[in-house]
C-alpha cells in the first residue's frame, strides 16, 4: 500500500552502481530501511544530498509489514535546511546524533511524539546560533526521558562539584530554546559530554563506541 509519511535521515550508504539504502526513522511507521534506485546518477531526479544526516523528507513509499528493505515512489524535503549541511559545527552535532539515534531507534519504536521532538530539535539546531556548542548536550537529555532512562533526580548522570555548579545547576533543567543561556566552558563542557556518553552506555544495551565524537570533541575543542 502507498503512504505518506514523513522521515528523518539517520545513516545512509551506497547500493549497486547508483542507488542507495537509507536507514530513517518515519512518524508512522518507526525505524525503516528504503531503497533509493539510481539516486547517485547524474540525471536523476533526486538528490544524494537529501540523505546527509538528520535530513527531513516527505515521502511517498509503498510499506509491506515485515519487508526488510521498503520502495520509495517519490520523495523531497520535508523542509529545507539553510544551515545544519554548510556550517561545520552544525553539521559534526547533526552526524553526531544521527549516530546516536542509529543506535537507540528500532523497528518497533512508532512513537509520533518522539518523532516531533527530533523533528522540531532539527529545526532549533538548523536556525540558532547562540549557545550551538551546548545543543547535542542538552538534546541527549532530553532525549533520555523518550528511551526511559530520564536520570530525573538521579545524581548519577551530572555528579555536580563547584566547577559545574559554577556553570550550571544542572542540565536537566534546559530545554533546546535555553542553550543560550548556558554559560559553561570548554573543560566542563567535554565533561559532561563524557558523563552522559558513559550514562548511555551504561543503561542501553550493545550501545558501543560512538565514531563521531572525537570529531565533535575537536570541532569544538
Known amino acids: 500500500m502507498l503512504h505518506h ?34 539516486v547517485r546518477k547524474k540525471n536523476s531526479k533526486i538528490s ?13 513509499a509503498y510499506i509491506k ?11 523531497k524535503a520535508s523542509f529545507p535546511l539553510q544551515h545544519i549541511h554548510f556550517d561545520i559545527r552544525k553539521s559534526s552535532i547533526a552526524l553526531f546524533l ?30 540558532t546560533e547562540s549557545g550551538i556548542e551546548n545543543f547535542h548536550l542538552v538534546f541527549l537529555m532530553q532525549y533520555t526521558k523518550f528511551l526511559g532512562i530520564y536520570p530525573s533526580d538521579n545524581p548519577e548522570i551530572i555528579r555536580l562539584n563547584e566547577d559545574h555548579s559554577a556553570g550550571i545547576p544542572g542540565l536537566i533543567q534546559y530545554s533546546l530554546t535555553d542553550i543560550s543561556k548556558m554559560t559553561i566552558d570548554r573543560r566542563l563542557r567535554q565533561n ?11 543503561h542501553i544495551e550493545d550501545f558501543g563506541k560512538i565514531k563521531s565524537f572525537e570529531i565533535l570533541r575537536e570541532v569544538f575543542d
Open 192 to 202: 559532561l559530554l563524557n558523563e552522559i556518553i558513559n550514562y548511555y552506555t551504561h
Open 98 to 127: 544521527s549516530e546516536i539515534l542509529n543506535k537507540t531507534l528500532h523497528e518497533a519504536d512508532v512513537n509520533s511524539s518522539l518523532f516531533e521532538y527530533i523533528s522540531n530539535a532539527i529545526q532549533v539546531l538548523d536556525i
Open 65 to 75: 509489514e515485515n519487508r526488510n528493505i521498503q520502495r520509495i515512489k517519490e520523495l
Open 5 to 38: 509519511l514523513k522521515a528523518i535521515v539517520l545513516h545512509s550508504v551506497k547500493y549497486g552502481e547508483s542507488g542507495m539504502i537509507a536507514q530513517v526513522f518515519t512518524d508512522l511507521f518507526g525505524r525503516q530501511s528504503f531503497l533509493v534506485h539510481g
Open 48 to 60: 544524494p544530498y537529501l540523505f546527509q544526516p538528520l535530513s527531513v523528507l516527505d515521502i511517498e
